[in-house]
């Protein structure tokens, strides 16, 4: 098919020019003299990014998936018990894998579209007086269904109960693209990968890790852990190496997204990400007449939106047609809302002319689908929309 294709899931997401080239490098010793200053360099940046002068970043070759998994192994010890939040399928997928490492979870369920229950945090951390709890598990964005929820909320509820637990949160698609202070929340553990605000491909895991988060670590976590040791990173890392062969490419990749969301500026990165989610919001809403999944506009996601399809409607169908007939690309539903919901990203390397193209491909597939859609009436709102805020983006560039 002539053309690209429109890629707008909520990740992997698109990658810029200036990250592909610079992943085009030949391969080099990993142990060579030189090495050290692309790891500093990656790892300095990333204290930026998540908004820390004092934890430690960590980069494994991994998804997000693994990152998970290495905070938990990590930190806590064989039936530990663990509170978390369940509000879609990536917050549920950390549930079970949790359940699956032989941890006690104690399980907030929630309606899919709500966020992280404040109140109910706070209930059972109150309760909680032999403090049983080792660790709060929250997710920042939840992917499946566009919802952001308030990680400080969270900090607040603890620090009022005086709970002595870990923080671990998943900040997988909103690192880079949504604010997150991982000082002033007092996060322990933050969990992401390379393929979504970071604007990079698949294969790095993310993370960042407090002091004590280590000292947990070093002193009292007895659970098994090996690939994922953040103490062999550590000691590796502090003169510049890795304790096994590292993703290169990726490497040099994320030392030059590092500079563009630098040259940019992370602020004026937010902004952007929250003008162009409101763009697409303004065409699901008062162009085509529908919904997103997130129930209440505190909890609505600048990386992606989860669009509701009208009863009776597949939503799966719109989906395959719009990848089939148009080479566009939109997320799927995740199990309870699947076939419910479609999914739009955007996050990462974007901007409005590149949305319009979603909005477009998205309304062609639903008209041809039976939706009762006005063709052109998502992108007139949009368009609307960004043209009532441009000085919302004055200094923000998107498409980079």
């Known amino acids: 098919m002539a053309g690209r294709n429109g890629l707008f899931v909520p990740g992997p997401t698109n990658v810029p ?20 200053a692309l790891t500093r360099d990656c790892l300095e940046g990333l204290k930026a990014v998540f908004k820390t002068s004092t934890a430690t970043p960590f980069l494994f070759p991994s998804s997000g998936t693994g990152c998970w998994e290495a905070a938990l192994s990590n930190c806590l010890s064989p ?16 549930v079970d894998m949790c359940h699956r490492l032989g941890f006690e979870v104690q399980v907030l369920e929630c309606e899919w579209g709500e966020g992280a229950p404040l109140e109910r945090y706070e ?10 709890i080792k660790a709060v598990l929250v997710t920042h964005n939840e992917t499946a269904t566009g919802v952001t929820s308030d990680v400080a909320g969270v900090r607040r509820a603890m620090d009022a109960t005086g709970h002595p637990a870990l923080l ?13 202070r991982m000082d002033d929340w007092k996060v322990d553990v933050c969990v992401s990968g390379s393929q979504k605000g970071l604007m990079m491909p698949a294969g790095l895991g993310v993370t960042c890790v407090s002091e004590k988060a280590l000292e947990a670590r070093r002193r009292t976590a007895r659970q098994p852990v090996c690939y994922f040791d953040y103490i062999d990173m550590q000691n590796q890392n502090r003169n510049g190496y890795f304790p096994y062969t590292p993703p290169l490419p990726l490497l040099y990749g994320l030392r030059e997204s590092l500079a563009m969301l630098a040259e940019e500026g992370l ?22 007449g529908l919904e997103v999944c997130a129930k209440q506009p505190q909890w609505y996601s ?4 989860a669009v509701v399809v009208p009863a009776g409607t597949d ?4 989906i395959d ?9 939109l997320g799927a539903g995740l199990s309870k809302v699947a076939g419910k919901v479609f999914r739009i990203g955007h996050l990462g390397d974007c901007n409005e002319l590149m949305l319009m193209q979603a909005i477009g491909g998205a309304e062609m597939a639903m008209i041809d689908c039976g939706l009762p859609i006005e063709p052109g009436s998502g992108v007139a709102a949009a368009q609307r929309h960004w043209r009532a805020h441009e000085a919302e983006a004055s200094g923000t560039t998107g498409g980079m």
Do not use: K
Not at 84 to 94: D, I, K, N, Y
């Open 315 to 318: 939503a799966a169908r719109v």
């Open 302 to 305: 600048d990386t992606v939106s």
């Open 321 to 329: 047609r719009a990848f089939r007939r148009y080479n566009l690309s």
């Open 17 to 36: 020019d200036r990250v592909l080239r610079a992943m085009v490098v030949p391969m080099e010793d990993h142990r060579s003299p030189r090495f050290p």
């Open 267 to 288: 602020e004026n990165v937010f902004r952007r990400h929250a003008y162009l989610a409101g763009g697409v919001r303004a065409a699901v809403q008062q162009g085509w």
């Open 123 to 132: 209930a059972a951390l109150a309760a909680d007086t032999a403090h049983r």
């Open 79 to 94: 039936g530990d018990m663990v509170l978390v939040a369940r509000f879609g399928q990536f917050s549920h997928l950390w």
């Open 168 to 180: 671990f949160v998943d900040a997988v698609s909103s690192l880079a693209s949504i604010d997150f």
